[in-house]
């Protein structure tokens, strides 16, 4: 059975591939391709791929954003941009060298691009634990977008747990909500949140660490079998919740005009 012949895109990917023992042979059939066929995904990421091959993190960094700027659609592209997330998460395990090599390519990229990537990325996940955790990565690295995405993601959460089947506390949605979102959302003053939700956000909070200190035997492990593992890693200790809850309560008093002195003293008089 004869191959059908190649096209002339496939040629020309083909002769670059051929000569990638000779960097700048290869550069050149690649430079031909895109002048001529610059719509052509196939030849933008192998141009791509060849940089990545080479350790080039600089030219990766380009072919990247050129991709995203005019093939954000492309699969391949995202899948991509999620191992390069998932590195800088450091929740897949490759070698040193191409861990750094793809975080060197996310860091070479101009601010607008990684901003971009790491919000087109959480919006194009339909997880919502995933979803979550890029955009907490997102306000984390670039805390001006905390104004758009902040309440929203209080929002995803609380809705994402009350049409869920869990009936405890302690859960993944809730461990978010408390250990990871609360915090950098009641630091931003900018971010304006009903008095109703903040008292809803501030009994979720006490719940969630209360639980987690009196939770029974053997809890633990029954929540770790599920798609959040890891839960407990950040609430084993046991000053721990008291830590997480202490900051809520904290970033709450400055929202109700709560003055957590007075408090104090009337907890010190008594002992």
């Known amino acids: ?8 895109e496939e040629y020309l990917v083909f002769k ?10 290869a550069k050149t059939w690649l430079m031909i391709a895109r002048t001529l066929y610059p719509q052509n995904f196939k030849i933008h990421f192998e141009a791509y791929s060849m940089h990545k091959l080479r350790g080039n993190e600089v030219e990766a960094a380009r072919c990247l954003e050129l991709m995203f700027l005019k093939f954000s659609t492309e699969a391949n592209l995202w899948q991509e941009v999620r191992m390069i997330l998932d590195c800088l998460r450091q929740e897949i395990t490759l070698d040193a060298t191409s861990s750094k090599f793809l ?3 996310y860091y070479s990229l101009s601010v607008d691009i990684q901003r971009g990537l790491l919000l ?11 979803h979550c955790k890029l955009v907490i990565m997102l306000l984390e690295m670039f805390p001006e977008c905390t104004v758009q995405q902040g309440l929203k993601l ?8 009350k049409h869920s089947n869990i009936t405890v506390p302690v859960n993944s949605m809730r461990r978010l909500l408390v250990c990871d979102i ?17 008292y809803r956000l501030l009994h979720k909070s006490i719940e969630f660490c209360i639980y987690s200190i009196i939770r029974p035997y053997g809890f633990e492990e029954r929540i770790m079998t599920g798609p959040s593992s890891g839960l407990w890693e950040k609430i084993t200790n046991p000053e721990t919740p008291w830590l997480n809850l202490g900051g809520i ?12 002195e007075i408090g104090r003293a009337s907890c010190r008089e008594r002992v």
């Open 1 to 8: 059975m004869s191959q059908s012949p190649m096209t002339d």
């Open 16 to 25: 670059a591939k051929e000569a990638q023992k000779d960097e700048f042979a």
């Open 103 to 105: 975080r060197d390519v």
């Open 120 to 130: 087109t990325a959480a919006e194009k996940t339909t997880e919502t634990i995933e």
């Open 154 to 161: 209080v929002d995803t959460l609380l809705m994402a747990e």
């Open 182 to 198: 609360l915090p950098v959302v009641l630091k931003a003053p900018s971010v304006d949140i009903p008095h109703n939700i903040l």
């Open 249 to 260: 309560v904290e970033g709450m008093s400055q929202r109700f005009g709560w003055d957590l």
